[in-house]
């Protein structure tokens, strides 16, 4: 498997730069540190039994084999409720429906007891009806194992439930970041402005004011100059076209980068 080298900035761990950590080291680290994938029907290798899938982290690590590695394993998938454990341990992944795979792969996450856990769109694929089960299963398992997770999402409604600070993203940059709710009651960036006035209002009584961006998303791999969001944004002038601002602080930890703020 070919790693992707980040093309700049540095990851910092625990305030410890992981940014360019190989082999042992790496290892070690990731015991700490899971991830959580967007596809369930993908991350689970269809010729392992549950079981066997949720437990490989443990015999990674040298942490448990054997009868004391299958306790472990019983013990997580109670955790996050698939029961009977004792079937679900032994069942291939094709045997489970989707929003149970995910949990399987919420276990597999789980089992080392990390402090830190990337999910990565975990419900984005899973059917409406049971998301807002596995969001209450992962909020539960963070406030039982104090974790922390890197929430990763396209629905403002699902990070505002689950979050405590959001971070706003565009072209694959932050452009504002603050805690939930101050993003939620006053944003600052013209890009979070007009993704709030998108999110339907559940009374049909009030209505919103829709900020309108008109234009396609530049490219990615070529953004124009200055700000990149100038070309969409209501409210741009020449000098966005010329500058790029950088993250400011607006009021205590609420950051925007806007020419405006």
């Known amino acids: 498997m070919r790693l992707i080298e980040p093309s700049g900035g540095n990851i910092f761990f625990k305030e410890k730069d992981v940014t360019f950590l190989r082999g042992e080291e790496l290892r070690k680290?990731?015991?700490?540190?899971?991830?959580?994938?967007?596809?369930?029907?993908a991350s689970l290798n269809p010729r392992m039994r549950i079981g066997d899938a949720v437990g490989h982290p443990l015999e990674i690590h040298g942490m448990a084999t054997g009868g004391e590695k299958r306790k472990l394993v019983l013990e997580i998938l109670e955790k996050v409720g698939l029961e009977p454990t004792e079937k679900f341990y032994d069942a291939y992944p094709?045997?489970?429906?989707?929003?149970?795979?995910?949990?399987?792969?919420?276990?597999?996450?789980?089992?080392?007891?990390?402090?830190?856990?990337?999910?990565?769109?975990?419900?984005?694929?899973?059917?409406?009806?049971?998301?807002?089960?596995?969001?209450?299963?992962?909020?539960?398992?963070?406030?039982?194992?104090?974790?922390?997770?890197?929430?990763?999402?396209?629905?403002?409604?699902?990070?505002?439930?689950?979050?405590?600070?959001?971070?706003?993203?565009?072209?694959?940059?932050?452009?504002?970041?603050?805690r939930r709710e101050d993003?939620?009651?006053?944003?600052?960036?013209?890009?979070?402005?007009?993704?709030?006035?998108?999110?339907?209002?559940?009374?049909?009584?009030m209505e919103r004011k829709r900020i309108g961006l008109k234009g396609e998303v530049p490219s990615p791999i070529n953004p124009p100059p200055g700000c990149s969001f100038h070309p969409r944004c209501p409210y741009k002038d020449d000098e966005c076209a010329v500058e790029e601002p950088q993250l400011a602080e607006v009021k205590r930890d609420h950051y925007a980068a806007c020419r405006r703020v």
């Not at 680290?29 to 029907?41: A, G, N, S």
């Not at 769109?121 to 406030?143: F, N, Q, W």
């Not at 939620?184 to 998108?198: E, G, I």
């Open 94 to 178: 094709h045997e489970l429906s989707g929003g149970q795979r995910q949990r399987a792969a919420i276990a597999r996450a789980m089992i080392l007891r990390p402090e830190f856990i990337v999910a990565d769109e975990p419900i984005s694929m899973i059917d409406v009806s049971l998301r807002a089960k596995i969001l209450e299963l992962m909020t539960g398992l963070k406030e039982e194992f104090d974790l922390t997770y890197l929430f990763i999402t396209h629905d403002l409604a699902v990070a505002k439930y689950i979050s405590d600070r959001v971070a706003i993203m565009y072209l694959g940059r932050i452009v504002e970041i603050g």
């Open 183 to 205: 993003i939620f009651s006053d944003p600052q960036h013209p890009y979070t402005m007009a993704l709030l006035s998108a999110i339907p209002i559940p009374d049909p009584k």
């Open 29 to 41: 680290l990731r015991k700490h540190m899971q991830i959580i994938f967007q596809d369930p029907y």
